[in-house]
């Protein structure tokens, strides 16, 4: 099972916005790629739910089949299929460690979550794609070495989101209630996944 561990910006470059939060993801560097990029070539309905689709995609680090696989199980819960998607996609662990601010990026908590530096209600949980819940405390593992990567990613000035308590003292984080849009990132329109995968 391949994973892609090239340049983060040539999967900005492809898909028009920054997946990542990296400095350099903007700008000039964000242009399409080749001489002269695709000028004059129109997009067709298909290739514009498929390039919001990968945007989502590559910014939570998944492969198809797992990413597929999350959608059909968001599409079998009661709700919104769409918010419900994005939901489940927020609540991985690997997702929940890079909002609490332990890693820089979701592909360095990924790398965090499978050396066992995260604890899950106080068992240790090295699975990146364990879906978290409500009421759940994420904490990093009480010894030196995972304290340090923690405050050497300045975890303290992390803007963490609204759904989440955090506790800045212990290294830790509470799920208090269910992300709501407003929580995701705005560079991508989830309906737009949900057609390409209805289609």
């Known amino acids: 099972m391949a994973r892609y561990t090239g340049p983060k910006v040539k999967l900005s470059r492809r898909v028009g916005v920054p997946i990542a939060d990296i400095p350099k993801h903007t700008g000039k560097e964000l242009q399409i790629p080749g001489m002269h990029g695709y000028r004059g070539r129109r997009n067709t309905e298909y290739g514009v739910r498929l390039i919001e689709k990968q945007k989502l995609r590559y910014h939570y680090g998944m492969l198809e089949k797992q990413f597929r696989n999350t959608f059909e199980k968001a599409s079998n819960m009661h709700g919104n299929s769409g918010l419900n998607f994005l939901r489940l996609l927020e609540l991985r662990l690997q997702t929940q ?103």
Request: proline share 6%.
């Open 97 to 199: 460690v890079y909002r609490m601010g332990f890693a820089k990026t979701i592909e360095q908590a990924r790398q965090f979550v499978s050396h066992q530096h995260v604890f899950v209600n106080g068992k240790l949980v090295d699975i990146p794609s364990y879906t978290c819940k409500i009421g759940d405390v994420i904490s990093v593992r009480d010894r030196d070495a995972s304290k340090g990567i923690a405050r050497r990613n300045h975890y303290e000035g992390a803007p963490v989101p609204v759904y989440i308590e955090p506790d800045i003292e212990g290294m830790a984080g509470k799920i208090v209630t269910l992300p709501e849009r407003e929580d995701f990132p705005k560079f991508f329109n989830e309906q737009s996944v949900v057609e390409f995968y209805a289609r």
